[in-house]
Structure formats: structure tokens, C-alpha cells
């Protein structure tokens, strides 16, 4: 039986690789997060139940090695992109543990927009991108023009800019980016890249309805264009396992690079519904097992609804990191 660490259980994409392996009979599912209120850490039997420090916390990597080693994981699952680079850079640390995650160079360009553009403009459509400062000031734009942190995950601090003042006052910071502007409609592609970097699948889906940051209702859609400029980008950034490519068409609906999130997406359980179980597909690439040359999709709609999970109060786990206290409403 493999024994499967999944962390980030309190999000969407941490119950969606829970519940993708708890189908699976081969597999005994262990879930872990910082807070005892995370909804998936009830979806596996109390023993299996695990809290951990903040994915920031220094004290983070030392303690899943540990918990690792004390409960005999074979194959370790981060849902959680702060965690990520950590767990990361210290992979040959873990021992018998695989980490089913993409390798740190992967990792780091993704997580870095900038670098990310600079990778990825010879080989897909990438809107311009520039650092603010004289990088960006030199540049010819057609405004409005899109300004974003050049690290970080969702729409946090993104901020249209409507003409020259605007971004000149923003003066020179490098941790800033300023991007063309794409105008047309935008799609998620999920990707899995065989270790070899060889991408077998490419599952473009809308975003029709989002909530903070999720997607929440859409539909997958057969579209050779979106399928091969995302895979061109797993391809460029050396992939290995799963990655959520985002991409907007520009002016002459041409698909174009937004970012890559190289971890599970929030919505995974739409593409395993058409018929690709990514979670499934990693597990048997951290194990060294073969998977096929190509994995095909069906086109199918999902929308998304709140599940309860009910559990006796007794189980519910101590955590200092606990998201809400007991008296709030």
C-alpha cells in the first residue's frame, strides 16, 4: 500500500488531490494543513490526520521531514505555492519520500512573472513585459497597460495603468511589473508533463465563474490553439508533472502567456471529470511507474456548490494557525 502526504488541505485544490487518491485502492491518503478547521484534513480517517506549521515558518520543512519519516510516506504532495520552492530545494533531504512537485528551477521562473516572460517569448506569445522603472518608461505602450507584483499568486496588487503619468509616478521598482494589456477572453490549460518533459496532457477549460481566485463554474473546451501554445510553455519551462498555464487572447486573438501556477489548480476536479485525473497521473509518475503517451479530454461543464463536511466536535484538531476562533460567527 503507498502511503500519500497531501498538504494544503483546507484549499480547493488540496480536497481535490484527496479526493482523487482516496479512489484509488492501491493508496492510504494522509492529509495535512496548518489550520484544524481545513475541511480535507476530514476527509481521511482520524489517524491520518496531520497539522503542520505555516508553509512560511522556518521550523516548516524540518517538521513534514519528520512527518514523513515517522508515518512512512512515499510520495509527498504540496497543493501550496509558498511551499513549494522550500520543499523544493531541499527534495534529496526527504529520503525514501518523493516529492511530486516540479523541480526548483521550475518552480522559481514560474513564480518570477518577469523571468517567466523571458523564458517562455521564444518559444509561445507573450505580452510585452517590462520592470517598472527604465525598462518600463522606455517602452512604447498602447495604454491601458496592466501593472502587477512580479512574485505572487492571484489578483493581489494588479492595477490598470490609463497613461504615461500614471506609470512614470510609480518611479522605479523592480518587484513591479508592467504588461501589455490583453484584451480578449481568457482560459486555464492543465497540464501534465511525463519525466521526460514530454507533455501528455493539455486541458483547456473556461473561467465563467470566479471566486476569489477560483473558478467556480465553466467547461472544458477542444481547442488545438490553446492546447499547443500551453503546451509550448511546459515545454519551455522544463515541466515535469502538473502545471495550470493561463493564457488571454490579445488584440488579433492570437493566445497569449498570463502566468503558470506549477502546482494543482483549484480546478482540478473539471479536468479529472473529462477524463484526465491528474493527481492520479502524478502519483504514478512519483512511483516510477509508466504512464500513457497521451491522455484525451472530453468537453463537460461543472459548476460548484459548497459541501459540508460533518465531524464530532472531539475530532476537529488543535491548531495555533486555526483561521477563526470559536467565537467568531
Not at 73 to 79: A, E, G, K, N, R
Not at 167 to 184: C, K, N, R, S
Not at 250 to 260: I, K, M, R, S, T
Not at 293 to 312: K, M, T
Request: charged letters at 25%.
Amino acid at each position: 500500500m503507498t502511503r500519500v502526504l497531501v498538504t494544503g488541505a483546507g484549499g480547493p485544490a488540496g480536497v481535490a488531490v484527496i479526493r482523487s487518491l482516496l479512489k484509488r485502492h492501491d493508496t492510504e491518503v494522509f492529509s495535512a494543513d496548518m489550520d484544524g478547521w481545513a475541511s480535507g484534513l476530514y476527509l481521511v480517517p482520524a489517524p491520518q490526520r496531520r497539522i503542520v506549521p505555516r508553509g512560511d515558518a522556518a521550523d516548516f520543512v524540518d517538521e513534514l521531514m519528520r512527518i514523513c519519516r515517522e508515518d512512512s510516506i512515499d510520495v509527498l504532495f504540496s497543493t501550496v505555492d509558498v511551499e513549494l520552492p522550500l520543499l523544493a530545494a531541499r527534495r534529496d533531504e526527504f529520503g525514501s519520500t518523493v516529492l511530486a512537485a516540479p523541480s526548483l528551477d521550475t518552480l522559481e521562473v514560474c513564480l518570477d512573472k518577469f523571468a517567466l516572460a523571458a523564458r517562455v517569448s521564444p518559444h509561445a506569445r507573450v505580452p510585452v513585459t517590462r520592470l517598472v522603472g527604465p525598462q518600463s518608461a522606455s517602452e512604447q505602450w498602447t495604454f491601458p497597460i496592466i501593472v502587477k507584483p512580479r512574485t505572487g499568486a492571484g489578483s493581489r496588487g494588479v492595477r490598470l495603468v490609463h497613461n504615461r503619468e500614471a506609470l512614470d509616478a510609480l518611479g522605479h521598482d523592480e518587484t513591479l511589473i508592467a504588461q501589455e494589456l490583453l484584451p480578449g477572453d481568457e482560459f486555464s490549460v492543465d497540464v501534465f508533463a511525463d519525466r521526460l518533459g514530454a507533455v501528455i496532457a493539455a486541458v483547456p477549460r473556461t473561467r465563467t465563474r470566479v471566486d476569489s481566485g477560483v473558478s467556480i463554474a465553466g467547461r472544458t473546451v477542444k481547442n488545438e490553439s490553446l492546447e499547443a501554445v500551453a503546451t509550448a510553455v511546459a515545454l519551455a519551462i522544463g515541466l515535469m508533472g502538473v502545471a495550470n498555464v493561463q493564457l488571454r487572447y490579445d488584440v488579433n486573438g492570437e493566445p497569449a502567456l498570463l502566468e503558470v501556477n506549477p502546482r494543482f489548480p483549484g480546478a482540478m476536479p473539471l479536468t479529472i471529470a473529462a477524463g484526465v485525473d491528474m493527481p492520479s497521473l502524478a502519483l504514478d509518475l512519483a512511483l516510477g511507474l509508466d504512464v500513457p503517451e497521451r491522455v484525451g479530454f472530453r468537453e463537460i461543464a461543472n459548476v460548484r456548490y459548497l459541501e459540508d463536511v460533518f465531524v464530532d466536535p472531539s475530532e476537529i484538531l488543535h491548531s495555533d494557525n486555526a483561521a477563526h476562533t470559536e467565537d467568531e460567527n
